[in-house]
């Protein structure tokens, strides 16, 4: 079996899944024949950065290509050149090796002067650009300072922070994102479907999980699982192959301590250290799990805007979890653990910082509860004291009665297209425990009208609004909306292909402050 990501390796913009605005941007410039001279690819690995690269040298070198259209035509002698990475003027360097730092100094400089014959532009594509020496750089300084007409450079690299900023300023700059779980999980999709093979939604979960993001691995994942079985392969099939997974383990531990129960947390690091899991790696994971947890209490699209999202399963169940736990609990422990890795290694006993911030958590916990409680007691006797007297049972009545008739209001009242976009953000939050795939389908669609009791919905992909169009989960929208808006709602449903899918920006000081503590940034 030929190398999947090879094989399904994007040939043009309409068949990369992420990256949604970088590739729309790069698009419309190409459409609009705005292109740069020089681009820099900034991002993780293994997210599709060399991929757009060519298919960006591509389009623009494309033969058949008509003025209102930005796909390569995969057919003409230009794309198949650059398909089979044998067209002279689309050149790809790696700068991790030594004989890179050389071409780049000796060969790019003279090369890009030579004007091409055959294509319209020349295109360099220079991968892990940081690696360059001082002088190589300077050397492409001055070519960048005085580009030659129809040349473009493309530099793509890992750690952007490595780049002379005399380069990044003469670059227009992407910052290529993880790709999230969803985007993964359509992605895979496609995949077993062209190979015909039967996987189960919750094996290709699991992969794209495991893979963190990097597009490559959760290919590579897949093959190996692949040839397994060349029928169907279901999640204890794939389990043979895909890696011990901590994030089950790490929501077990993570119970144990909403309960306060110490005991079976400490026995749990235990069992796990004697079945041979790396407890570093455990304890980063659980790190990275918890710092999902806070950052969804700040706000929902926060963790799709990051591409944190996991799949289903998970999400119910950490957001059962979250409830428990106030933020600044889980705060504190995230930060105990971030000290406990470091002692990990050189401790005698390696589990015992971990136990120890265990020990320390539950003490703590308690007591706030125990104080939380005390001052519920409280509150309910003053309740009970105010209500022996008669005026204050009168208010409690009339209160009552107002949320009584600001729901029949809400009932007989003609929704308007305001009062449905007001209230979405609650509709799209009672929604994620649910389904919290659909969650960020619905959060993604556009409300286009109101007209009675009917709502319409655009949605970008067919598959999204596919999705809607399912009886089972019209069902579940149509019991949250009627739960919302107290209204039995119709849903019809759209595509519309130019739909810019935004989500809501957050940027308030908390947000800013976690970011700080965790790194990372929001990229709209
Ligand atoms: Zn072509």
Wanted: hydrophobic share 40%; glycine share 2%.
């Amino acid at each position: 079996m030929a190398v999947l990501y090879q094989k399904y390796r994007p040939q043009k913009f309409s068949e990369i899944f992420g990256q949604n605005n970088i590739r729309i941007t790069l698009q419309n410039e190409v459409l609009h024949n705005k292109t740069s001279h020089a681009y820099l690819f900034c991002g993780p690995r293994a997210v599709g950065k060399t991929t757009l690269a060519r298919i960006l040298a591509k389009t623009i070198n494309c033969k058949n290509r008509k003025e209102n259209e930005f796909e390569p035509c995969n057919k003409c002698e230009a794309c198949i050149s650059i398909n089979s990475f044998s067209n002279l003027d689309v050149i790809e360097i790696d700068a991790a090796s030594n004989t890179g730092v050389d071409n780049v100094r000796e060969n790019i400089i003279s090369l890009s002067r030579v004007i091409s014959t055959n294509n319209k532009y020349k295109v360099f594509i220079i991968d892990e650009v940081h690696m360059l020496s001082l002088s190589a750089f300077n050397a492409l300084l001055k070519t960048l300072e005085e580009p030659p007409t129809n040349v473009m450079f493309i530099l793509c690299t890992t750690e952007a922070y490595k780049v002379p900023l005399t380069i990044i300023s003469r670059c227009e700059r992407f910052d290529f994102k993880k790709i999230s779980v969803n985007d993964m999980v359509l992605k895979l999709e496609t995949i077993v479907k062209s190979e015909k093979i039967e996987v189960d939604r919750e094996v290709l979960e699991l992969i794209s999980l495991k893979s963190d993001g990097h597009l490559r691995d959760a290919e590579s994942l897949l093959s190996q699982i692949m040839s397994i079985s060349d029928k169907k392969i279901d999640i204890d099939t794939a389990n043979l192959v895909i890696p011990y997974n901590n994030i089950e383990e790490n929501i077990n531990l993570l119970k144990h301590l909403s309960r306060k129960d110490a005991m079976e947390a400490i026995k749990l690091v235990n069992d796990l250290l004697t079945s041979g899991v790396n407890l570093k790696l455990f304890v980063n994971d659980l790190i990275e799990l918890l710092r999902k947890i806070i950052l969804s209490k700040v706000s929902i699209s926060l963790t799709s805007n990051l591409g944190l999202d996991l799949n289903e399963k998970m999400e119910i169940k950490i957001s059962e979890l979250s409830s428990i736990f106030t933020i600044n609990e889980l705060m504190e422990l995230s930060q105990s653990l971030m000290l406990d890795i470091k002692e990990i290694g050189s401790s005698f006993i390696p589990q015992m910082p971990v136990e120890f911030t265990i020990i320390k958590f539950c003490q703590s916990n308690s007591k706030q509860n125990f104080i939380k409680e005390e001052v519920l007691l409280k509150k309910d006797q003053k309740i009970l004291e105010n209500l022996k007297n008669p005026s204050e049972i009168k208010k409690v009545d009339d209160f009552k009665e107002s949320i009584k008739s600001k729901n029949e209001e809400l009932k007989n009242e003609v929704l308007s297209l305001e009062k449905i976009v007001d209230l979405w953000p609650e509709f799209l939050m009672k929604l994620k425990p649910h389904n919290h795939s659909l969650s960020f389908v619905m959060q993604s669609c556009q409300i286009n009208s109101v007209s009675g009791n009917k709502i319409c919905l655009s949605f970008r992909y067919k598959l999204h609004k596919d999705r809607l169009d399912n009886p089972e989960i019209k069902n579940i929208v149509k019991k949250i909306l009627k739960d919302v808006y107290n209204n039995d709602l119709d849903i019809e449903t759209l595509v519309n292909e130019d739909l810019k899918i935004n989500s809501t920006s957050n940027s308030n000081e908390t947000v800013d402050n976690l970011l700080k503590t965790f790194g990372g940034q929001i990229i709209n």
